[in-house]
């Protein structure tokens, strides 16, 4: 079992920055993909971004590209999604996955993850 805890969220003005953190803990060993998705309120959870876990590659919704980077610290099992120029629309709960491995092919469904952590609140004030 593989247990993930966000944190990091908060409240911030349009044009903050925040940095959310996922802390991977169990049998993580496995693992090829962590990503970040998240879900507004009465809308369907969507992609934001992922992370290869052994090569590093990244990649981005295209409502973050150029604003949000994701990067992981291999030592810490944990990975951080920085947040910029921050909208109202980015208002959301920020959910981190986990695959078990091996990989499928793809990074942006909710299908290609397995564990899942209990998201952290961001909320951004025009």
């Known amino acids: 079992q593989v247990q993930l805890v966000e944190s990091g969220g908060g409240l911030v003005q349009a044009g903050d920055s925040l940095r959310l953190s996922c802390a991977a803990s169990?049998?993580?060993?496995?693992?090829?993909?962590r990503g970040w998705f998240r879900q507004a309120p009465g809308k369907e959870r969507e992609f934001v971004a992922a992370?290869?876990?052994?090569?590093?590659?990244?990649y981005y919704g295209d409502s973050v590209k150029g604003r949000f980077t994701i990067s992981r610290d291999k030592p810490k099992n944990t990975v951080y999604l920085q947040m910029n120029s921050l909208k109202p629309e980015d208002t959301a709960v920020y959910y981190c996955?986990?695959?078990?491995?091996?990989?499928?092919?793809?990074?942006?469904?909710?299908?290609?993850?397995?564990?899942w952590g209990q998201g952290t609140q961001v909320t951004v004030s025009s």
């Open positions: 996955a986990a695959d078990r491995g091996p990989y499928r092919g793809r990074y942006y469904s909710l299908d290609d993850y397995d564990y």
């Open positions: 169990g049998r993580t060993f496995s693992s090829v993909v």
């Open positions: 992370i290869s876990w052994t090569g590093g590659s990244t």
